[in-house]
């Protein structure tokens, strides 16, 4: 295959939503610097995460395969040693694979233990971060509470701030996480009333552009070397605070209607109604919560655009846009009051559909340039993507890798086929849901499979549910028990059962060698089924079962 | 838990077919000591494999997970590391876990390498040899031809022959897999045509009781700390060929007639088809090769029977019998010409359906002693019910272990629950049919959903197979097309996408750790949805939020 790029830009934001951005729709929240990446590249209307939260979503992007292929469900389910992950695809082809960000990665120390591999090497760093080499780490959430720090690890960026000037033991926390409170107090970034607070820190030192200047630092050091750098964002995810000025950059008035009708809430599934039942969907039911929230929320999405803005002025200065791969995407969405819910975690478009921008240097790209694409893209695509950006085939990885390349979409060439269904899951056993419906940590999932028109969510042991995306782009209709839908219904699930029944951990040999193996037995002098000579060919025969050079002994 | 019992002897045969032991009703080959040890324990009449041939088999009974959970799906494909195997659940519990004979283990050794684990080390060794510490690994096959050995190892039998005098590269092949042939040739093994003919070494210097004797020396040396052993025997899987007097103890007189009609071959399922035009099927489709290889067959077993009946009067003298719970078992069975067919590989009861036998010295099993149990049991149940002898809970590991402990079914309890359905699976991608078919190696794939009474066969793209074992209990009429059988077909479909969907990956965190976790992010100050101080306890809020104790900074 021919090199189309040199280095990859894998560019994440966390929660953004896929139609928070001027290029995908946004009528308010114009980012121009996104949408110029847009202008140069493909941009993806209908790509979903394999699962709408962080740390399930995430390990399928960098496994590049489905989450129960991967086994890593939730937020701080390990990733089992052994799952290969992006660095292990690029690493043999010369590519230093590293992360400057988030990866919600949660190592497998039982695993490593058990299986002798000293964490502090190279290959157990690599292993406990998610394939990469960790020129930054920080999965941006440095809570602490009665049971202790929520990420053991303490972030490079707190000591940065220290080294500013910014006190404190957790200055993540007092600083970039607090506005001034009244009198001697913080006003902390957990409590929403104060969203609309500038942040104590100072913009150029808030974590957008601290991540990004980081992002440059490392394509400064690395040179003249392949790199394929995962620049991770933490925002425009919670806690929802920004600094000056991106804390009042928008107001109120920019804030779109909640997409949500009262016939959701009459007689919701009951998956549903657990998560409208959620402090965090409450909340956001509340309109003096979301005036607060969407505008901070627009404008830590304003403050990336603008820090991709300086970032890509320096990869143009040093020459990298005529040979580097650009994805801009999110890990899933934010649901902000619509279908009155909170946070992700369900399959509407809001939580499980994200932005998917991807531009490709070489020539050949330049009949799709500026286009929209609404093939049916699942994120477990990147990696092949990737694979075949930098020349490989990633048909020799099909035995493990689930998704497909993009590159023929970036051409603008119609694939000669493409999936019929995008799936999704979503592992609900860690939520108190599970418990509050009485389900077995291993029944509490959700899978999602989508087709160009129609959505379905199986659920047992509670019925599906079922979205018209033709009719009901909105989707506030749930069809899941309509009599008029039981043919989709079985249709889609047909679908997903053939799914369920997929190949997906043969992952020690591939398609190739499986092909060559065949018949290699009797070639190794396992002769089966073989009543006297005359029933295999006479070179496997006379050299090797001693008839014909007889008893020495 | 209560322990049960001190030691684990899990001795297992290669190809032994359920009914060829004279507890299952054969009614020439006369087993006492086998019969004896089922008079002592339960015997299982509904046991299935989880693959009918070998690596794939064994590979679930070690892992005590389903094929398509753990990847190994037919010979010679590695077992990834990672998975964790009975020896990696039982020695933490103190218990040291050995084999003798053979696994069908092929190491992952991309993944070792990647990894950075030394295969010389012990837990490199252990990786590789499917977490046994390899007593003696011996797979049993050590064929040569033009592309070399099959098995690279070279067994330590062949040193030990070559020691008693027996000379040569390949004492195996030369002395205990060939007979005299005319003039100063061997008559190798591997030709049928020689199965009565005796083996040139003699008896007690043959494989089996080669083993037995590894066994007992095993036993010896481990003296009184807790073990498991893996006795797993090669026989009486091909070659077909024996030591006098077992080439002779039985003749043509003794071969049972073959199971099969002639409305079989009419039109037949097109895989059914392919697996029938092989040189294995064709040889056994003639009387002269059944009546040549039949006889030895049994008497390999009559070997192993008369070989267990030195075992257990060792183990009787040493006190073993009293705090050793003891398994029989086989890996798969053997068609031998029924239905048109040799080998194993799909799934009538010949080659799906083992033997097994359970005998539980505790007391507590007394009650069972002697019996028959005809409930769905799968290979998988085997570590569950080894950790529950030694008074591990098993429950502990059912995020892993996807099989159910038998000891309530050794107690003569009848479970609250049991499974409804048995599963098999088959990936016949390395095998030459699957390129007759033009069916891909991932595509290449078989089940077999079985519940009390129907076998249902799911075979993608062709239709699947159905036989109604109440009506047909020798599976002479394939129902798959039958219109009558359309809802059973569809019941049993359900049951099969029910399992597909099953959580097999989530491997790194137990059920009750899953449990334990809900509401920890929490705990640890991770805020979300929250307004206000109003919305969270205080003791989440007021020490960790700054709020109370002043920006002293």
Redesign the interface.
């Known amino acids: 295959m021919t090199r189309r790029a040199k280095n990859i830009l894998f560019i994440m934001c966390d929660q953004l939503r896929w139609d928070y951005l001027s290029c995908y729709g946004h009528p308010r929240l114009v980012t121009p610097n996104i949408d110029g990446l847009a202008a140069k590249g493909v941009r993806f209307t209908r790509a979903y995460v394999q699962s709408p939260v962080c740390g399930a979503s995430r390990m399928s992007f960098y496994t590049g395969r489905y989450v ?6 939730w ?10 992950t992006l660095g ?1 695809y690029l690493r043999p082809l010369g590519v230093r694979t590293a992360l400057v960000g988030k990866t919600h990665m949660r190592a ?1 120390r ?2 490593l233990e ?4 000293d964490p502090n ?1 190279i ?1 157990g760093v690599r ?1 406990a971060e998610c394939g990469f080499d960790p020129y930054e780490r920080d999965d941006g ?1 440095h ?8 990420d053991p690890l303490v972030p490079r960026y707190n000591r940065w701030l220290n080294d500013k000037g ?3 033991d957790n200055p993540w ?2 600083w970039a996480n ?1 506005a ?2 009244d009198g ?5 970034g ?4 104060h969203a609309r607070k500038p942040a104590r820190v100072k913009e150029e030192d808030s974590e957008t552009p601290y991540m990004t200047g980081r992002a440059m630092e490392f394509m400064a050091e690395t040179g003249d070397a392949p790199w394929c750098l995962h620049l991770s964002y933490i925002k425009p995810h ?1 806690p929802y605070i920004a600094p000056a000025p991106y804390n009042s950059v928008f107001g109120p008035a920019d804030v779109l209607p909640a997409v949500r009708s009262e016939a959701e809430r009459a007689d919701p599934h009951p998956i549903y109604r657990e998560f409208m039942g ?7 039911a ?1 309109d003096e ?1 979301r005036e607060a929230v969407i505008p901070v929320y627009m404008g830590l999405i304003k403050q990336i655009d603008d820090q991709l803005g300086r970032l890509f002025r320096f990869m143009e200065e040093q020459g990298l846009f005529d040979n580097t791969l650009i994805v801009f995407t999110s890990d899933h969405g934010d649901y902000l009051g619509d279908h009155w819910l ?2 992700k975690d369900l399959f509407h478009e809001p939580s499980v559909k994200v932005p998917l921008i991807v531009y490709d240097p070489s020539r050949r790209a330049d009949a799709a340039r500026g286009t929209a694409c609404d093939a049916l893209v699942e994120t477990i695509d990147l990696i092949p993507t990737f694979l075949e950006a930098v020349g490989a085939d990633p048909a020799e990885q ?2 493990r890798l689930e998704g497909r390349s993009l590159v023929p979409l970036l051409d603008g060439a119609a694939p000669p086929s493409w999936r019929r269904f995008a799936i999704s899951e979503y ?1 609900y ?4 849901v ?2 509050k419906l009485g389900i ?4 509490a ?1 959700l ?1 999602m499979v989508a087709d160009q028109r129609w959505k379905y969510i ?1 659920a ?1 042991p509670f019925r599906p549910m079922l979205y018209d995306l033709a009719t009901d782009p909105s989707e506030l209709r749930d069809l899941g028990a309509d009599p008029a839908c039981e043919g989709e219904r079985a249709r889609l699930a047909a679908g ?3 799914w ?10 591939s ?1 190739q060698q ?2 060559d ?17 005359s ?1 295999v060919p006479d ?2 025969w006379s ?6 050079d ?4």
Chains 1, 2 share one sequence.
Not at 184 to 188: F, G, H
Request: with cysteine.
């Open positions: 129960s292929s991967h086994g890593a469900s937020n701080g389910v390990p990733l089992k040693v052994g799952e290969m292990d497998d039982d695993g058990r299986l002798g591999i090497s290959i292993v959430l809570g602490l509470g009665p049971e202790g720090r929520y910014y006190a404190g926390h007092d607090a001034d409170g001697n107090r913080l006003a902390s957990w409590a929403m009333r919670w959620l402090r965090v969907s409450g909340a956001f509340r919560v909170g946070e099909s035995h592992d056993a860690l939520l108190p599970a418990a077995e940590p291993r029944d999932r899978f199986h047992p997903l059962n053939l369920g029944l997929r190949q997906s951990q043969r992952t020690t040999l398609e499986m092909r193996r065949r018949g290699k037995s009797q070639r190794c002098g396992i002769l089966i089924g073989v009543w006297d000579e029933d070179e496997l050299r090797y079962l001693g008839e014909d007889g008893r020495a002994q």
